[in-house]
């Protein structure tokens, strides 16, 4: 159970670091902008806020790999604590600006979560 769960917190650790990719340097191109559904006027308006998105998913990533890599409990505990993050964020993203988000960031998030508490 333990390979399992670091897989899947290493998958939701490159989620985020795609969001990444996405929000801060692909925000007013083809990608970013099939993803926001924005035209090039409003893409490039919003751009600053999409790369400080993009900059807080990529906090997330990290942590979720400073939880793999460091020994424990230290990892278990990075592990816990960064998924709950991304579980929150996930859920406030739904609420609040679209419920995509819910399957894209928090329903991973949720089950690398379950996994990592279920191995322990």
Request: hydrophobic share 60%; with cysteine.
């Amino acid at each position: 159970m333990h390979t399992v769960a670091n897989v899947l917190v290493g998958l939701v650790a490159a989620l985020h670091a795609y969001f990444l990719v996405l929000e801060m340097f692909l925000w007013e191109r083809p990608p970013g902008r099939k993803l926001s559904g924005f035209d090039a006027a409003l893409a490039r308006a919003t751009a600053p806020l999409a790369a400080n998105q993009g900059l807080y998913n990529g906090f997330l990533a990290a942590g979720l790999v400073w939880g793999l890599i460091a020994a424990d409990p230290v990892g278990h505990d990075a592990q816990v604590f960064f998924l709950g993050c991304v579980v929150v964020a996930g859920l406030y993203g739904a609420a609040t600006a679209n419920r995509r988000i819910l399957l894209a960031q928090a329903l991973p998030g949720a089950v690398a979560l379950a996994a990592v508490l279920a191995a322990g």
